[in-house]
C-alpha cells in the first residue's frame, strides 16, 4: 500500500463542514478507513471586540478548502472527486499535489511520528476527557491521527471508544 500524504481539496464557498462529513459517512460506508484516514476544516480562534465586549470565536483558516490525509489512488480520488461541493484538488490539472513538509509545518501539522509506551493489548488508564477514570485494552493504534481505540467494559458490554494518544496512560 502507498503512503498518505496531505492533499488541498477546493470546495464550493461555505460548503467545507458539509463535504467533512459527506466525506466522512461515504469512507464509513465504503470502509476506506485504512485509504483515507482524517479530514480536516481547519480552524483558528479568533478574538473580536465589538461594542466594548470581548467575544473569542472560531474562524476558518483556509476558506473554499478541506485538508485530507490519504493514500492516494483511483478508488480514493473518485471519492473525493465525486463528494457534493468538491470543485476539485489543487494542482496543476487533473494531478493533485501533496502538501510539502515546510507547508504542513507552516500550517501546524506535524507528519512525524510520536513514540509512545504502549502497544496492542496493554491496559491503559484514561487520565483526561469524557472517560477519564476508566481502564481499557488497546485494541489498535492509528499513528498518522495520534489516537488508540480501547474497549471499555460499559453495561457489561465491551465498547469500542476512540482518544487521542495524550488521553492515556500505559498502566
Do not use: C
Amino acid at each position: 500500500m502507498g503512503e498518505s500524504n496531505w492533499y488541498v481539496v477546493h470546495t464550493y464557498s461555505g460548503y467545507e463542514n458539509k463535504v467533512k462529513a459527506d466525506l466522512e459517512k461515504t469512507i464509513e460506508n465504503r470502509k476506506l478507513h485504512d485509504q483515507i484516514l482524517e479530514v480536516a476544516v481547519p480552524l483558528e480562534e479568533v478574538v473580536e471586540i465589538k461594542n466594548g465586549v470581548k467575544k473569542t470565536s472560531q474562524k476558518k483558516m483556509f476558506p473554499g478548502y478541506v485538508l485530507i490525509n490519504m493514500i492516494m489512488n483511483d478508488d480514493t480520488w473518485y471519492v473525493v472527486r465525486n463528494t457534493r461541493g468538491v470543485t476539485g484538488f489543487v494542482g496543476p490539472g487533473s494531478k493533485p499535489v501533496p502538501l510539502s513538509e515546510e507547508e504542513m509545518y507552516h500550517m501546524g501539522i506535524s507528519h512525524g511520528e510520536v513514540q509512545v509506551d504502549f502497544e496492542e493489548g496493554d491496559n491503559v488508564a484514561v487520565i483526561s476527557g469524557v472517560w477519564e477514570g476508566t481502564v481499557g485494552t488497546i485494541q489498535s493504534i492509528n499513528q498518522s491521527k495520534q489516537s488508540v481505540i480501547i474497549h471499555v467494559d460499559m453495561f457489561g458490554r465491551e465498547t469500542p471508544v476512540e482518544l487521542n494518544f495524550t488521553e492515556v496512560r500505559k498502566l
